[in-house]
Every structure is written in C-alpha cells, then in structure tokens.
C-alpha cells in the first residue's frame, strides 16, 4: 500500500558530506513522523533523526551539529544531509513513515529498504 525508497548513499571519505532523501507514495492521508535510522554490521538499528509534521526534529547525540534532517510535506520527501561524516557512521541507513492511510486516526510505520553510506578513513 505505501513504499518508502531512499536515494543518496555512497562511498565518501571522512570529513565529506552526503544527501539522503526518501520519499514516500501510494494511499496516503497524512504523514506525522519521518524519520532516518542506521544499523551498522554486528549492531542494532539505532534512531539518528526524526521530524515532525510541525517540523520538530529529534538527533541522536552522536549526529548533532553534523546532521540535519528535513522535509517537504508536499512531496512526502525526508531528507538527511550528513556533514563531517566519519568512519563510525557507516551504516545501512533506514527511513521510515508514520502514516495514517485515511482519517480515521489509526496510524501505521512504513520502512523503506536500506541504503548503504560507507565512510572511508
């Protein structure tokens, strides 16, 4: 019913800089939270940012003042710019959607599929 898909992963060396997005379609009401999340080899999924309707944001301690989340709620689009990256943010990075598909207030979480920022030192 809803896909999520990312773009904007890659191969930078640290101290360089990338743009994920995400963007979300199919029956669709309503998005409350978009947010991104990462799960490097061997750990768990960790949050690293999430942004409100409203535009409130949320950071993961290890990401604030490198990271900014964003969004365009006209495009259902998250996006993530990542500045001052460093080896330990290679990861798979995950977006998801909490979403409503009609108006009658149950909401449910989406995840797109992964992709891959690899940070070389």
């Known amino acids: 019913q809803v896909q999520l898909v990312e773009s904007g992963g890659g191969l930078v060396q640290a101290g360089g800089s990338l743009r994920l997005s995400c963007v979300a379609s199919?029956?669709?009401?309503?998005?409350?939270?978009m947010g991104w999340y990462r799960q490097a080899p061997g750990k768990q999924r960790e949050l690293v940012a999430t942004v409100t309707s409203g535009g409130s944001t949320n950071y993961a301690d290890s990401v604030k003042g490198r990271f900014t989340i964003s969004r365009d709620n006209a495009k259902n689009t998250v996006y993530l710019q990542m500045n001052s990256l460093k080896p330990e943010d290679t990861a798979v990075y995950y977006c998801n959607a909490d979403l409503m598909h009609d108006g009658s207030g149950y909401q449910f979480r989406y995840w797109g599929q992964g992709t891959q920022v690899t940070v070389s030192s």
């Open positions: 199919g029956r669709i009401f309503s998005i409350n939270v």
